[in-house]
């Protein structure tokens, strides 16, 4: 029996354990947090902006990302995830090459639109040929696809998803520097027209060639 005093056995001294923290849940509060501060301050956001919407101390941000580059990658991933599920949506069921590039060009107009500055600094990570925040592939897929119902060679795809990206990022980019200065539908016409036309162009020459 215990007296007045004793410690009970295996017991430490010092303030109890708070509760567990859950990691996983933290990393996608920092992340969450991530967005709007990008979302407002563009490539000028920064951690203790980030920790000051968290209520932490920046320095307790490294114990979820060790560097800045990793949180953008972890933000552009889980926007890479986005896309290529509302692609897989909107393709699904769908025949035809050109409607197939049209939607593809409309998901990605329309992600731009919706997240003006934050995709400004995400681009140069979702629309890399490689990495984990890449969205070039579900794109090269999808036209792989449309080719391949069209009976011709689907080895166009890898770099006319390439040129996709690049074409519907930068025509997007200048339309919003431009305030407006083309109307959506148009310019989803526009870059449709060039793209699938550029691409059957090139089907038609390699399938000459041989």
């Not at 501060?37 to 320095?59: N, P, Q, T, W």
């Not at 949506?89 to 731009?112: K, M, P």
Request: hydrophobic share 45%; charged share 25%.
């Amino acid at each position: 029996m215990l007296a007045a005093g004793d410690e009970v056995p295996g017991r430490k001294r010092g303030r109890p354990p708070g509760p567990r923290v859950d990691r996983a849940a933290r990393r996608e509060a920092v992340i969450d947090a991530a967005e709007l501060e990008i979302g407002e301050h563009g490539s000028e956001f920064g951690l203790s902006g980030v920790g000051e919407r968290m209520g932490y101390a920046r320095s307790a941000l490294y114990a979820v990302f060790d560097r800045r580059d990793d949180l953008l990658d972890a933000v552009a991933a889980r926007h890479a995830g986005r896309l290529t599920i509302e692609m897989a949506a909107v393709l699904a069921g769908v025949d035809g090459g050109r409607e197939r590039t049209q939607l593809v060009v409309e998901v990605v107009i329309g992600w731009v639109e919706r997240h003006r500055l934050l995709a400004t600094v995400l681009a140069p990570r979702l629309f890399n040929e490689s990495g984990p925040a890449s969205i070039t592939a579900p794109i090269q897929d999808a036209l792989q696809q449309a080719l391949s119902e069209a009976g011709c060679d689907d080895r166009a795809a890898a770099p006319w998803a390439h040129a996709l990206i690049g074409a519907v990022w930068a025509a997007a980019h200048w339309c919003e520097a431009m305030a407006g200065a083309m109307d959506r539908d148009e310019l989803v016409e526009q870059l449709t027209e060039l793209i699938w036309d550029g691409l059957a162009a090139s089907v038609k020459a390699n399938s000459s060639a041989e």
